[in-house]
């Protein structure tokens, strides 16, 4: 069984960084997409940044220039450093895998980690 550990989440100023990480734990293979997707309350679930497994990455607009994913394959973990966070940003972000081994298509999420950002 796949599980999905996220930390790294907390409370912040306007300005600050937080770093979240996402560990697997279990025994996963062939992990194609890792992303990150928020959901601020009161809203719907938005992807945030994609990195591929040759390290392609991709970002919404509302993040550009300010996040970077990255991945750490040998741990099968994937990181999201946020900086300049703004009010705006305040969500519970959650982790998503996307493998295809066994033959298949698998999606694994972690639980969700709350990021705060306020005065």
């Known amino acids: 069984q796949v599980q999905l550990v996220e930390s790294g989440g907390g409370l912040v100023q306007p300005g600050g960084s937080l770093r979240l990480s996402c560990a697997a734990s279990?025994?996963?293979?062939?992990?194609?997409?890792m992303n990150w997707y928020s959901q601020a309350p009161g809203k719907q679930r938005e992807l945030v940044a994609t990195?591929?497994?040759?390290?392609?990455?991709n970002y919404a607009d509302s993040v550009k220039g300010r996040f970077t994913i990255s991945r750490d394959n040998a741990k099968n973990t994937v990181y999201l450093q946020m900086n300049s966070l703004k009010p705006e940003d305040t969500a519970v972000y959650y982790c998503?895998?996307?493998?295809?081994?066994?033959?298949?298509?698998?999606?694994?999420w972690g639980q969700g980690t709350h990021s705060t950002v306020t005065t």
């Open positions: 998503n895998f996307m493998s295809s081994y066994p033959p298949g298509d698998y999606n694994h």
């Open positions: 990195i591929t497994s040759s390290d392609s990455t």
């Open positions: 279990g025994s996963i293979f062939r992990i194609n997409l």
